[in-house]
């Protein structure tokens, strides 16, 4: 490409605002014409190197089942709704959240917590989907998830790892690359502790790439005869599988390369591991890794529970933040915790609380956010929303803005519909001020 023309290319795109790509190609219209040769695909393709080459990366923790916003980040202690549980002051004066997360208490410089997220969705699936989306499903149309629309745009296809990588759990209706391909489906780990399965070739490798080489020939001929889209499918798989099982990076999935004191540092259990794993593969040029803590669904003995499942989350969350802080990381990393929905107000007769998607929260950190700040809230019962409410869509047009990615940009679905990554909502400002 043209010097000249690179050189528009890359001021367009790093404004401080992100950069639509009408806008985008309206910028550089004046530079193709002094320049003299110009293309749309060398634009498209520039304005993607551009977003690529700023490192940005994603790490979602989600809390599958539905976390109690009583018991984590909005605490209502002078209030029979807030049952048993007593806040605890954090390293921000003024700002208290449950007694079951100390740790992230510490770290509440680098965190800024929305009280007021609000939907309609109170079935674990329709919020799982919608939390993982940004949209419900849609007739006839596979949507990518969240993860998948960002290493689709924002990953690194020269890197040899999986852009997106999901720790702990299948988790059914969160989705994976929808109509932009298998490619972009999230590799599932089970478990950090142990490597992905059967990613470890039982032959030289010259002998196994002599037999990749064989499936290929028996593919071709399949889909000269029926199946082409299957064996597409079915080639990109093996090509990205084959990939990542000869190359060096698949040491960022040996935790035992960590020493005793880091990894002591992010404490015991799964979801430990997990987010240890997180940091290695993003260090790795992985873009999305997301993590999974199952068991949020108090419908019973929910303060009990709670504090079983916020003592697994808090150490690792709270270290994961600190040490992407102290690797100058944080920065370039969104690190998201959330879950499906928030639990009642009031507590039920088997002491637990059941689905509540009208008033809950989520929690960001790094990736440009302002730390040290709380976003709306509740009224003293926690029963509705007072201050600042804000939607699904608006998370998700926040998110992509803190990735620097043109929410507004359109992927055109398989049946030739052209879908935005998100539909409507606005960015949370306050995020980043």
Same mark, same amino acid.
């Given at each position: 490409m043209n010097p000249s023309l690179q050189h528009h290319i890359s001021v367009a795109v790093r404004q401080k605002r992100v950069v639509g790509r009408r806008d985008f190609l309206r910028q550089l219209s004046a530079a193709s014409l002094a320049a003299g040769a110009f293309s749309w695909t060398d634009a498209i393709s520039a304005s993607a190197d551009e977003l690529r080459s700023r490192g940005m990366a994603c790490i979602l923790l989600w809390m599958q089942g539905g976390p109690s916003q009583f018991e984590t980040f909005s605490p209502k202690p002078d209030h029979a709704n807030g049952g048993e549980t007593k806040a605890i002051a954090t390293s921000v004066p003024g700002i208290h959240i449950a007694e079951n997360l100390p740790r992230c208490a510490q770290v509440m410089d680098d965190l800024a917590i929305i009280r007021s997220m609000t939907s309609n969705e109170g079935n674990h699936q329709r919020a799982t989907y919608l939390l993982h989306h940004g949209y419900l499903?849609?007739? #006839?149309?596979? !949507? $990518?998830?969240? *993860?998948?629309?960002?290493?689709?745009?924002?990953?690194?296809?020269?890197?040899?790892?999986?852009?997106?990588?999901?720790? #702990?759990?299948? !988790? $059914?209706?969160? *989705?994976?690359?929808?109509?932009?391909?298998v490619e972009y489906d999230p590799l599932v780990l089970q478990n950090a502790n142990r490597p992905p399965q059967n990613t470890t070739p039982s032959t030289s490798r010259e002998r196994y790439q002599r037999r990749l080489g064989l499936l290929d020939s028996i593919q071709s001929n399949f889909a000269s005869a029926a199946g082409a889209q299957v064996v597409a499918n079915q080639r990109k798989l093996v090509d990205r599988a084959a990939k990542m099982i000869l190359s060096p990076s698949m040491d960022a999935f040996e935790l035992e390369n960590e020493s005793s004191e880091m990894r002591a540092s992010y404490g015991e259990g799964d979801f430990a591991t997990g987010c240890l794993m997180a940091r290695r593969l993003i260090e790795r040029g992985v873009t999305f890794v997301e993590v999974v803590s199952r068991g949020w669904d108090t419908h019973q003995d929910n303060f009990n529970r709670t504090r079983e499942l916020t003592a697994q989350v808090d150490q690792p969350m709270a270290t994961l933040i600190a040490d992407l802080k102290s690797r100058g990381m944080l920065d370039k990393t969104l690190v998201i915790w959330m879950g499906e929905f928030g639990r009642t107000p009031q507590v039920n007769p088997r002491s637990g609380r059941g689905h509540y998607p009208k008033a809950f929260n989520v929690v960001l950190a790094g990736g440009g956010v302002q730390g040290g700040q709380v976003i709306g809230q509740t009224n003293a019962d926690g029963t509705a929303i007072e201050d600042r409410p804000v939607a699904v869509n608006d998370l998700f047009q926040s998110i992509y803005h803190t990735l620097k990615i043109d929410a507004d940009q359109e992927n055109i679905s398989r049946v030739g519909r052209p879908i935005k990554l998100v539909d409507g909502g606005n960015v949370v400002e306050e995020l980043f001020s």
């Open positions: 499903p849609l007739t #006839g149309v596979k !949507l $990518p998830t969240l *993860g998948s629309n960002i290493s689709h745009q924002i990953g690194d296809a020269a890197n040899q790892l999986p852009g997106h990588v999901r720790i #702990g759990d299948r !988790l $059914p209706n969160s *989705g994976g690359g929808g109509f932009l391909g």
